[in-house]
């Protein structure tokens, strides 16, 4: 009798962890073709997107309340004060979220990666524009 039930447990465990197994590879494969998709550009806002937190620009803009980059450039100084104010406002010592406080922290980080990336396109536009010159030394 007790090995007819270490049966059914162990043929239970199977079925149980072999639908798991099947689910997390669908779900797996989902993921894959969904991150395949945005890769390409077929999904709308997905050149909007932020790599580690899926957090959209004009998101960024929405939750720190500021203007969103014209070109790129943006007033870095009332982006850090609105961060530092909404930052220190959502403490968790202090009966704040820190879910809050994260998403704060990842607007900041999203502009201020905008911020960046505009600058250095535009650094990359002015050093072709005037074209390569080497530094040459001559021999006395």
């Not at 090995?3 to 465990?13: D, E, L, N």
């Not at 050149?47 to 959209?56: C, D, E, K, V, Y």
């Amino acid at each position: 009798m007790a090995h007819r039930i270490i049966t059914q447990v162990v043929i239970t465990g199977t079925r149980v962890l072999g639908r798991a197994f099947a689910e997390a590879y669908k779900q797996a494969a989902a993921s894959q073709q969904h991150s395949r998709a945005g890769a390409s550009g077929n999904s709308p806002g997905a050149a909007n997107n932020f790599a580690s937190s899926g957090l959209t620009l004009d998101e960024a803009c929405k939750i720190l309340n500021v203007k969103p980059p014209q070109g790129g450039k943006t007033d870095m100084e009332a982006v850090i004060g609105r961060f530092k104010r909404l930052f220190d406002g959502n403490d968790p010592n202090k009966g704040g979220s820190f879910y809050l406080q994260s998403k704060i922290l990842r607007a900041r980080e999203r502009i201020e990666l905008e911020v960046r990336e505009a600058q250095e396109a535009s650094e990359r536009e002015a050093e072709l524009q005037e074209g390569w010159k080497p530094k040459v030394w001559k021999d006395r």
